[in-house]
C-alpha cells in the first residue's frame, strides 16, 4: 500500500512537496532515488511528453506562473534561485505537485541544456489553434496587429520574435501548418523569456488565402522583403491606420512568392548593402517599430 501523503512519480515514491526550499538533512540520504525520478521527468531529448514543455529562466517561470499558475506541473531550481521562488513553491505544495531543490548537474538534464537560467518548470502544453477568416475578421475589427511567420524554420528565432511582440504589445502570432515551421518548443520559450505568456500562437493551413483573408478584413497586410519594397510606412492624412498584418519569410528564402504577391505591400529596411540582411528576428524589431509603435 502507498502511505498516506505519498506521492506517486514515474513508478517511484517520494515524500510529498514541503512548502521550505531547501532540503532537510534528513532528506539528504533519499537525494540518489530523488534524483532518479527527477532524471525520469526531463532528458535531453526533450519533453517528456508531447503535451509537456519545459520552461527555462526565472522570468520564462514566474511569467507562466503569473498567467496560469495551474499548468505547472513540476519545478526544479538550483540553491540560488531557490530563495527566489517561495512563493511558486507554497503555490505548488498547496496542489501537491512537485518541486525540488537539484544540483546543477541534474538541473542541466532535466532541462536539456546548460542554458536553464538556474529554474525549470514542467508545464502542460495546449494544442495550438487552426486560424479562421472569422476569427481573422474579429480581430481587425478590434485592431489588433498580428505577426504572420512564412516558415520561420530556427526554434530560437521563433522565441526571439516572441520576445520582441511581446514587447511592442503584438498579441498573436501565425505559424504556417508546415513541417518546416518552427512551433513554440523548449528552446523557443527559452529564449522568448517569458514572452509566449504574452501571446497566442496560431496555425494556418495556407498562407496564401490567409494573407488575401486579412486583406479582405481590413488589415494593412505587410510582406517585410530584401529588396523592393518601400522604406518607410505611407500615411493617409485624416484616416486612422488599419491594424497591421506583418508578414516575415524563412531564414534563408524570405517570403515565398505567392505569399509575397497576395500581401498588401512590400517593406524593406533600407542599409549598407554591405550585407544582404537582417536576422529575421532583428528585422522584427525594426519593422514593428517603425510600422506600429512609432505610429
Given at each position: 500500500m502507498?502511505p498516506?501523503g ?13 512548502t ?7 532528506a539528504?540520504?533519499s537525494?540518489?532515488?530523488?534524483n532518479?525520478?527527477?532524471?525520469a ?10 503535451d ?10 514566474k ?7 495551474g499548468?505547472?506541473?513540476r519545478?526544479?531550481f538550483d540553491h ?7 512563493l511558486?513553491c ?5 496542489e501537491k505537485?512537485?518541486y525540488r531543490q537539484?544540483?546543477?548537474a ?6 536539456g541544456s ?5 529554474i525549470?518548470?514542467?508545464v ?5 489553434r ?10 481587425a ?6 505577426l504572420?511567420l512564412?516558415?520561420i524554420g ?17 498579441a498573436r ?11 513554440p518548443?523548449?528552446?523557443a520559450?527559452r529564449?522568448a523569456e517569458g ?5 497566442e500562437?496560431?496555425l494556418?493551413?495556407?498562407?496564401v488565402?490567409f494573407?488575401?483573408e486579412?486583406?479582405a ?8 522583403a530584401t529588396?523592393g519594397?518601400r522604406?518607410d510606412?505611407p500615411?493617409?492624412?485624416g484616416k486612422a491606420p488599419k491594424p497591421?498584418a506583418?508578414f516575415?519569410g524563412?531564414?534563408e ?8 504577391s497576395?500581401c498588401?505591400?512590400?517593406?524593406t529596411?533600407p542599409?549598407s548593402?554591405k550585407?544582404e ?10 519593422l514593428?517599430w517603425?510600422?506600429?509603435a512609432?505610429r
Amino acid at each position: 500500500m502507498r502511505p498516506r501523503g505519498a506521492t506517486e512519480y514515474h513508478g517511484l515514491k517520494t515524500q510529498p512537496p514541503r512548502t521550505r526550499v531547501a532540503p532537510s538533512a534528513a532528506a539528504a540520504g533519499s537525494a540518489s532515488i530523488e534524483n532518479e525520478a527527477i532524471v525520469a521527468a526531463g532528458s535531453r531529448s526533450g519533453p517528456a511528453r508531447h503535451d509537456e514543455l519545459k520552461l527555462c529562466g526565472l522570468a520564462a517561470v514566474k511569467a507562466r506562473f503569473a498567467r496560469d499558475a495551474g499548468s505547472i506541473k513540476r519545478l526544479f531550481f538550483d540553491h540560488a534561485t531557490g530563495q527566489r521562488v517561495g512563493l511558486i513553491c507554497k503555490a505548488l505544495a498547496a496542489e501537491k505537485k512537485i518541486y525540488r531543490q537539484v544540483e546543477p548537474a541534474e538541473l542541466e538534464k532535466i532541462a536539456g541544456s546548460i542554458h536553464h537560467g538556474g529554474i525549470v518548470a514542467v508545464v502542460y502544453a495546449p494544442p495550438l489553434r487552426s486560424i479562421t477568416a472569422n476569427e481573422a475578421a474579429k480581430w481587425a475589427k478590434r485592431g489588433e496587429s498580428i505577426l504572420v511567420l512564412d516558415r520561420i524554420g530556427n526554434a530560437h528565432n521563433l522565441g526571439a520574435i516572441a520576445r520582441t511582440a511581446a514587447f511592442f504589445g503584438v498579441a498573436r502570432i501565425v505559424i504556417p501548418d508546415h513541417v518546416g515551421a518552427a512551433r513554440p518548443s523548449d528552446s523557443a520559450h527559452r529564449v522568448a523569456e517569458g514572452g509566449f505568456e504574452h501571446l497566442e500562437v496560431w496555425l494556418a493551413k495556407d498562407l496564401v488565402t490567409f494573407a488575401r483573408e486579412l486583406v479582405a478584413a481590413g488589415y494593412d497586410v505587410v510582406g517585410a522583403a530584401t529588396r523592393g519594397g518601400r522604406p518607410d510606412a505611407p500615411r493617409e492624412k485624416g484616416k486612422a491606420p488599419k491594424p497591421l498584418a506583418l508578414f516575415l519569410g524563412n531564414e534563408e528564402n524570405g517570403l515565398s512568392t505567392e505569399v509575397m504577391s497576395s500581401c498588401s505591400r512590400l517593406v524593406t529596411i533600407p542599409g549598407s548593402a554591405k550585407i544582404e540582411s537582417l536576422n529575421v528576428s532583428v528585422a522584427a524589431a525594426v519593422l514593428l517599430w517603425e510600422l506600429l509603435a512609432r505610429r
